[in-house]
């Protein structure tokens, strides 16, 4: 009923940037919050950075300052800018998002398939 497709991972010099991007389709009514969330091998997945419908964000603390995440509310999209990455930025990203499909009166949680961050010289 929902799909959530991501694009934009890749390899980056430490210190560039890149721009992610999910788009959220399908049945859907509602939008509550998006977000990202990355897994770096042998690591539990991690917050990295949220925002709700009514724009409020929520950064996890080693990305403060340097990743910005922001959405299309027309397009379902939610974008997430990293610049000045880091090799520990490394990980595979996760778009997420929690909505209301037609016809529920629930909210569920989402996920894209991933997309790959490769931070190295």
């Known amino acids: 009923q929902v799909q959530l497709v991501e694009s934009g991972g890749g390899l980056v010099q430490p210190g560039g940037s890149l721009r992610l991007s999910c788009a959220a389709s399908?049945?859907?009514?509602?939008?509550?919050?998006m977000g990202w969330y990355r897994q770096a091998p042998g690591k539990q997945r991690e917050l990295v950075a949220t925002?709700?419908?009514?724009?409020?964000?929520n950064y996890a603390d080693s990305v403060k300052g340097r990743f910005t995440i922001s959405r299309d509310l027309g397009k379902n999209t939610v974008y997430l800018q990293m610049n000045s990455l880091k090799p520990e930025d490394t990980a595979v990203y996760y778009c997420?998002?929690?909505?209301?499909?037609?016809?529920?009166?629930?909210?569920?949680?989402?996920w894209g398939q991933g997309t790959q961050v490769t931070v190295s010289s």
């Open positions: 925002i709700t419908s009514g724009a409020s964000t």
């Open positions: 399908g049945r859907i009514f509602s939008i509550d919050a």
């Open positions: 997420n998002a929690v909505l209301r499909v037609v016809l529920s009166t629930k909210t569920n949680a989402y």
